[in-house]
């Protein structure tokens, strides 16, 4: 289990009790409306010289009672609320406006829901939205989940392609946490993928898991993807994806989420 909000999720099962889960999806309407919704950073690395290349928006609820609830269950809440697209629009504006001061060498990595892939108008509000927060969009990651890309796989292509023109990239995410679906590397327009920590947590002990991840890479690198590597805890685990030729990395190592004014005093240092 995490110990701080994952990235921003979706069709996940969230932890809290069902009856709890019920109650509060009429108070989440309410949290979007004002200040309980939180936006924070998880800084991303190079892994050819170790310096911060951007971060990835993450999202956790101040909840007024119950304290902190964290991304899984926030967004289980707002799928059985019908919210979720709302929340993630919500937390994008929210991290766009975060980011405006950061310096042009910081990326920021959004994530993005299934509904919103599923919406027709969903590439041309998403770049006005960008637009309207004068970040170009060649500092901007957009990043998938497998489980994301439900039914329509020609319509998620076209919206992707339409921002990846913007100068927008796309990566997809938690590759290896499920059914990976090949299928999606030859059909989308990705610059990227991006490991699950699942993939990473064995390759330091079991010589099974460092060859699975070999063979990812290679075909990532084969494809012309980049591979980013997350859930990095230990130095050893850094170092072997360094050697295996990713090229990012994040993970509780370095740096937990953090607010975007630490994120920017941790890039000045």
């Not at 690395?45 to 899984?72: D, K, Q, Y």
């Not at 269950?73 to 707002?78: R, T, V």
């Not at 992707?160 to 990566?171: E, F, I, N, R, S």
């Amino acid at each position: 289990m995490d110990r701080i909000p994952d990235p921003v999720r979706s069709a996940r099962s969230g932890g809290l009790p069902p009856a709890l889960t019920r109650s509060l999806e009429g108070e989440l309407v309410k949290a979007l409306g004002g200040r309980e919704i939180e936006v924070l950073f998880q800084p991303q690395f190079s892994c050819a010289n170790g310096e911060m290349v951007g971060a990835e928006a993450l999202a956790r609820w101040h909840h007024p009672t119950l304290g902190e609830i964290g991304a899984r269950d926030l967004f289980h809440i707002a799928e059985r609320a019908h919210l979720v697209a709302a929340l993630s629009r919500h937390i994008v504006a929210q991290a766009l406006d975060r980011s405006r001061q950061w310096p042009e060498n910081l990326r920021l990595a959004l994530n993005v829901t299934p509904e919103e892939i599923a919406e027709p108008k969903f590439a041309q509000e998403f770049a006005s939205l960008v637009g309207r927060s004068g970040i170009a969009p060649n500092r901007l990651t957009l990043e998938i989940t497998e489980d994301v890309l439900l039914g329509d796989l020609e319509l998620a292509a076209e919206a992707l392609a339409a921002l990846k023109a913007t100068g927008l990239k796309v990566a997809l995410d938690d590759f290896g946490a499920g059914f990976c679906n090949f299928h999606y590397l030859k059909q989308l327009p990705l610059d990227a993928i991006k490991l699950d920590r699942t993939m990473v947590v064995g390759i330091c002990h079991d010589e099974r898991d460092k060859a699975v991840l070999r063979a990812i890479v290679q075909l990532a690198h084969a494809l012309g993807l980049e591979v980013v590597a997350e859930g990095i805890e230990t130095e050893a685990q850094r170092d072997a994806v360094v050697v295996e030729g990713c090229a990012y990395w994040q993970g509780f190592l370095r740096a937990e989420p953090m607010r975007s004014e630490e994120m920017l005093r941790m890039a000045a240092g």
